[in-house]
C-alpha cells in the first residue's frame, strides 16, 4: 500500500499561517482604536505593516499561481515494513 501526501497540504497550512496573522492583525488594530493612540509614529507603523503585508501576498500570489497543487509532495511505501528479508 502506498501512502501519498499531496502538494497541497503546504497550501493549507500556510492559509493557517495567514489566519492567525490576521487574527493578530485586528487584535493589533483594536487595541490602537481601543486605547486611542492615534499618534502619528502608530499611523506610519500601521501603514508600514500593512503595505508589506499587502506586498508579501501579492509576490507570494505571484509565484504560487502556476504552481500544479496535485503533485504528491511525498510517498510513503507501507510493504516496506511489512516484508522481511529471508536468509
Known sequence: MTITIPLYVILFIYLAFLAVF????????????VTG????????????????????LYFTYQLLIDVNWQQTLLEFNTNFFQASPQF
Open 22 to 33: 490576521l487574527i493578530f492583525s485586528l487584535l493589533n488594530f483594536y487595541h490602537i482604536v
Open 37 to 56: 493612540s492615534f499618534a502619528m509614529a502608530s499611523f506610519i507603523m500601521s501603514f508600514f505593516i500593512f503595505s508589506l503585508t499587502i506586498l508579501t
